[in-house]
């Protein structure tokens, strides 16, 4: 796969080639077990099991733990490699390591799979959700799985904190959906978070946010193998979230890069677009295939749970106001203007609640053709603003 391609599909859970060499960090993937856990919705869910793994090492007091949040698309590999030979390191590898922005010499910093986690055909992904196996039946829980909440991602990663005998976090922060954690976890864990650092991400998700998560699922929906939910052990709607994956990722992108990548060329030689319905673009052949090939290792079930969990976002649960209100911790928030996700209007929107709420908040931007992307690949851009937050 060429570079170029790599990396424009990093959100979508493929790393990219762009990021900062691989430091000599090697990480082990760990698994995290609840017996019983309660949804925000008053489910209870039996033998809850999510990933899990940590780099650098929790002093004597249990004060130096920072917690990574991870985007939609991805999973708790936030940094380092599982082995010498893993092509690339995870997603924020660029400013967590030895001597980096989040230093694993001074910092313990561990992560975490949500529920509903969408890499369930990847084997370092252990997530429960709809593809689960739920102990009451012996079946796939599918659309039986109780809806989960961005609030619900953070209780089971509390619990997780709590178990390692962590009492407060050095650091919250994470990009996108990792974003929203953040939000959430200041907000209602006040007392547990000493900072938080949300990257390309609001306090709440607005009506175009939450429009847009619906085209995102839409194709999922409309192909006849979703088949309202029940497909396992059936054939898979394998076309309709290839579809649903590849407007994330375009919309995870920017027409700069677009422009820049593709232009106006054909995806094959001698097939001009214009000369037959079935003749594409090079932009539509790359992220066509691209979100073919992620679908065959993702559950469509949990891409449709993660839309709801994102569609219901607000910091606190009750309202943006609230939200901000109830948060105690400096925030330290991180966004690209050419953001095509979370736009600039809700980052103003955030930025103004958070101040009328008389929060410390720090707002600044990164640059790239990415958009929201960048938020992922180009963090090393933020290097000094997140070392001297993290010190002051």
């Not at 001597?99 to 799979?113: C, R």
């Not at 979230?241 to 919309?251: F, G, I, P, R, Y």
Request: proline share 5%; aromatic share 8%; with cysteine.
């Amino acid at each position: 796969m060429k570079m170029w391609l790599m990396g424009a599909l990093a959100l979508a859970g493929w790393m990219t080639a762009g990021m900062a060499d691989a430091q000599d960090l090697t990480v082990e993937k760990k698994v995290f077990e609840l017996p019983s856990f309660t949804t925000q919705s008053g489910r209870a869910l039996k033998n809850v099991r999510v990933g899990w793994e940590s780099y650098g090492t929790l002093n004597a007091d249990k004060s130096n733990a920072v917690l990574i949040c991870h985007f939609f698309s991805g999973n708790s590999h936030a940094a380092g490699k599982y082995a010498a030979s893993d092509a690339a390191p995870g997603y924020w590898d660029a400013i967590i390591g030895p001597g980096k922005a989040i230093d694993t010499n001074k910092y313990f910093v561990l992560s975490s799979d949500t529920l509903v986690n969408l890499n369930t055909g990847d084997p370092k992904t252990t997530t429960t959700g709809p593809a689960s196996t739920n102990p009451d039946t012996g079946k796939p829980y599918g659309l039986d799985f109780p809806i989960v909440t961005v609030r619900d991602f953070v209780e089971v990663q509390k619990a997780l904190v709590e178990s390692l005998g962590i009492r407060k976090l050095a650091l919250v922060a994470g990009p996108s959906m990792g974003s929203l954690q953040t939000f959430e976890w200041a907000a209602s864990y006040p007392e547990m978070v000493a900072k938080a650092m949300p990257v390309i991400g609001a306090g709440e998700a607005d009506a175009m946010l939450i429009a847009w998560l619906d085209v995102w699922a839409a194709p999922i929906l409309v192909d006849p193998n979703w088949n309202n939910g029940d497909y396992y052990g059936k054939a898979p709607p394998l076309a309709g979230l290839a579809k649903a994956l590849t407007a994330v990722t375009l919309q995870a992108n920017h027409q700069d890069w677009a422009n820049a990548t593709f232009g106006r060329r054909p995806a094959k030689e001698g097939e001009e677009p214009g000369k037959a319905l079935a003749n594409k673009f090079q932009v539509q052949s790359v992220l066509d295939n691209a979100g073919m090939a992620r679908a065959k290792v993702s559950d469509a079930n949990h891409f449709l749970y993660l839309v709801k969990a994102n569609q219901l976002f607000t910091a606190g649960g009750t309202s943006l106001a609230d939200g901000m209100a109830r948060i105690q911790a400096p925030i330290l928030l991180i966004t690209q203007p050419k953001d095509l996700v979370f736009t600039p209007d809700m980052v103003a929107t955030t930025v103004k609640a958070a101040k009328a709420a008389g929060r410390d908040i720090t707002h600044t931007t990164i640059d790239g053709s990415r958009g929201h992307l960048d938020g992922v690949i180009s963090m090393k851009q933020a290097e000094g603003a997140i070392r001297a937050f993290l010190e002051k």
